[in-house]
């Protein structure tokens, strides 16, 4: 039986972007953890590695889970291994840390889900942006009741790239509506909740060198009546804007680590009647001084969630991660339906 407060022992398989420069680097320093071992098909990635972070370095994610003594792994491989990897873990009695996307798709996502409830050990996916301080700082706001209720919210991520890597290709679960939807369809659905009524989405190709999509636009609404809107574009010399939400009492928008708040509180509003004639008294459009306040604040850097302080809570308590699989199954289903009302990739 594991003891609170005592370091648990993970390993990482994938040394690539995600699990190299923030999992590892991470991890080597992280108090609730120990890094023991790493996996990797890759030679000078593990030579690197057990050098680095004085760990056991494997050649293959099944031979680390055989060999190295661990409690918990992180999954940091391209999506389309997660499935038989996450699974391969969770059968073999380890907690399971799974880079986002969970899995290409929904069902994939339910077999790792139904593999952790099988034997009885957590899984949860790292969702950066959703912990981001931006983001917790955004839902503070909310929460605070000043923008009142939230009628709608966008998102939006504008770069220009040519992607030439494994993520412009299909086969791997490539493609921004995985790559980066998952991102912020998971910070939209926290926002506007679920479930989804209807979607509406269009994926395109503009500028990738791969198969896969590096456009897409989605507008969800769900059976509340709220509606979400992600705007992902990859071959943009422009970002228009990055995160807006659109209160019954005021507006948040967001630009380069600043929130602009635009709002009135429903007390100060004098009282209005309607008017239904058909002549407008003086021929004059409808006018009034709404009483707005307006400020812009600087993002609070410590509002950010740590991911594995998380994890290593959620392990020892035998609780639920912050973020759990009921609501990543939720992401999943969203792009499952995003991708089939889409019906193909428009390439220009």
Same mark, same amino acid.
């Given at each position: 039986?594991?003891?609170?407060?005592?370091?648990?022992?993970?390993?990482?398989?994938?040394?690539?972007?995600?699990?190299?420069?923030?999992? $590892?680097?991470?991890?080597?320093?992280? /108090?609730?953890?120990?890094?023991?071992?790493?996996?990797?098909? @890759?030679?000078?990635?593990?030579?690197?590695? %057990?050098?680095?972070? #004085?760990?056991?370095?494997? /050649?293959?994610?099944?031979?680390?889970? #055989?060999?190295?003594?661990?409690d918990?792994?992180?999954?940091?491989?391209?999506?389309?291994?997660?499935?038989?990897?996450?699974?391969?873990?969770?059968?073999?009695?380890?907690?399971?840390?799974?880079? &986002?996307?969970?899995?290409?798709d929904?069902?994939?996502?339910?077999?790792?889900?139904?593999?952790? @409830?099988?034997?009885?050990?957590?899984?949860?996916?790292h969702?950066?942006?959703?912990?981001?301080p931006?983001?917790?700082?955004?839902?503070?706001?909310?929460? %605070?009741?000043?923008?009142?209720?939230?009628?709608?919210?966008?998102?939006?991520?504008?770069?220009?790239?040519? =992607?030439?890597?494994?993520?412009?290709?299909?086969?791997?679960?490539?493609?921004?509506?995985?790559?980066?939807?998952?991102?912020?369809? #998971?910070?939209?659905?926290a926002?506007?909740?679920? /479930?989804? &009524?209807?979607?509406? $989405?269009?994926?395109?190709?503009?500028?990738?060198?791969?198969?896969? @999509?590096d456009?897409?636009?989605?507008?969800?609404?769900?059976?509340?009546? %709220?509606?979400?809107?992600?705007?992902?574009?990859?071959?943009?010399?422009?970002?228009?804007?990055?995160?807006?939400?659109?209160?019954?009492?005021?507006?948040?928008?967001?630009?380069?680590g600043?929130?602009?708040?635009? =709002?009135?509180?429903?007390?100060?509003?004098?009282? &209005?009647?309607l008017?239904?004639?058909?002549?407008?008294?003086?021929?004059?459009?409808?006018?009034?001084?709404?009483?707005?306040?307006? @400020?812009?604040?600087?993002? #609070?850097?410590?509002?950010?969630?740590?991911?594995?302080?998380?994890?290593? %809570?959620?392990?020892?308590?035998?609780?639920?991660?912050?973020?759990?699989?009921?609501?990543?199954?939720?992401?999943?289903?969203?792009?499952?339906? $995003?991708?089939?009302?889409a019906?193909?990739?428009?390439?220009?």
């Amino acid at each position: 039986m594991l003891i609170v407060n005592e370091q648990l022992r993970i390993g990482v398989t994938g040394l690539g972007r995600a699990g190299w420069d923030f999992h $590892c680097k991470t991890l080597a320093r992280h /108090p609730d953890f120990k890094l023991v071992a790493v996996a990797d098909s @890759e030679e000078s990635r593990r030579w690197e590695a %057990s050098k680095a972070l #004085d760990c056991e370095a494997f /050649p293959s994610h099944e031979i680390m889970l #055989d060999e190295a003594k661990l409690d918990a792994v992180v999954i940091a491989t391209p999506t389309h291994l997660h499935r038989p990897m996450a699974v391969a873990a969770l059968e073999a009695g380890l907690h399971v840390l799974v880079e &986002k996307p969970m899995a290409p798709d929904a069902t994939e996502a339910r077999a790792i889900v139904a593999a952790a @409830e099988a034997s009885d050990r957590l899984v949860t996916v790292h969702q950066a942006h959703r912990l981001a301080p931006y983001f917790q700082h955004a839902r503070h706001i909310v929460s %605070s009741g000043q923008l009142g209720v939230i009628y709608h919210a966008r998102r939006g991520w504008y770069d220009f790239a040519r =992607r030439d890597d494994w993520q412009a290709l299909l086969a791997y679960g490539g493609g921004v509506l995985l790559n980066y939807g998952s991102h912020f369809l #998971d910070q939209l659905l926290a926002i506007t909740g679920g /479930p989804v &009524k209807r979607v509406y $989405c269009q994926l395109r190709r503009v500028a990738s060198l791969g198969d896969a @999509e590096d456009m897409v636009k989605i507008v969800y609404e769900t059976e509340s009546g %709220s509606t979400g809107e992600l705007d992902l574009n990859f071959a943009s010399a422009l970002c228009p804007y990055e995160l807006e939400l659109f209160g019954t009492h005021g507006t948040l928008s967001m630009r380069d680590g600043v929130f602009t708040i635009r =709002r009135y509180s429903p007390d100060d509003l004098p009282e &209005k009647q309607l008017n239904a004639a058909l002549a407008s008294p003086g021929r004059q459009y409808p006018s009034e001084a709404i009483p707005f306040h307006t @400020e812009q604040i600087a993002v #609070d850097p410590s509002l950010g969630k740590d991911v594995f302080e998380d994890f290593a %809570s959620a392990i020892h308590s035998g609780g639920f991660a912050y973020v759990t699989a009921a609501q990543t199954l939720r992401v999943m289903d969203l792009i499952d339906r $995003c991708r089939f009302d889409a019906g193909r990739i428009i390439t220009l």
